[in-house]
């Protein structure tokens, strides 16, 4: 079995601005959601609201009616970052264990990832489209010990794989992304906002813009040539 520092290595990986190169929710709220949205989304960035507040409050913004043009609109324009399919293909030679965890949603998530065979590893939030607007479901909330109200808590599912058996990793982009990145053993940010966090911090970072340059980072982690 593959082991870093004796422990198994695991990556929680992000979706939206991470295996897709831009964020799926705020190109949603742009091309569907009426005027009032961006108030909203700079009320997440600056933590006025919570994650879950305003992901909530933002998508009860759309009918439900919209749906089926929302994930045909977000299989038109997301673009899955370089060396994606690379990375995966390295974990498994490797022995690492792979999670997806995204504070996307999974009508417009697991479309994207099915080509992958992802299902059984992505954690994110669930859809109701029962009523007259998209309503948002919580099937990964907080547990005890995390107080941030994040909707889909990436702190609270780095916990469910214990710091003694796991050597945890973290590939991320934004504020979605930092609680986990404070538990993480190692942390690669592909944006300005994590990767500033992380500095400030003093969080184990690498910086990175394709996914070539994670599986490099891995490889020295495992002692494996780049060049092989």
Known sequence: MSTIDGRKPIIFCDFDGTITT??????????????????????????????????????????V???????AFVQ??????????????FTKEY???FKVVSGGIDFF???????????DSLYCNGSDFSGATIQILWPHA?????????????????????????YRIVIGDSITDLQAAKLADEVFACDDFLLEKCQELGLRHTA????????????????????E
């Open 109 to 119: 998530v697991e479309p994207m990832l099915a080509p992958y065979k992802l299902t």
């Open 22 to 63: 831009k964020d799926n929710i705020i190109a949603i709220m742009k091309e569907f959601a009426p005027p009032g949205w961006e108030q909203i989304k700079d009320d997440i960035l600056a933590q006025r609201i919570s994650i879950r507040e305003g992901v909530g409050a933002l998508f009860s913004l759309i009918p």
């Open 95 to 97: 022995g690492f264990d």
């Open 142 to 166: 907080c547990d005890g010990e995390c107080t941030n109200d994040c909707g889909c808590c990436k702190p609270s599912i780095l916990r469910q794989y214990s710091a003694n058996d796991y």
């Open 65 to 71: 009616e919209r749906k089926a043009e929302i994930i």
């Open 76 to 89: 038109r324009q997301a673009t899955i970052r370089a060396g994606f399919q690379e990375l995966l293909d």
């Open 208 to 227: 990175f813009s394709s996914f070539h340059e994670v599986i490099a980072g891995l490889k020295v982690k495992k002692g494996v040539s780049v060049n």
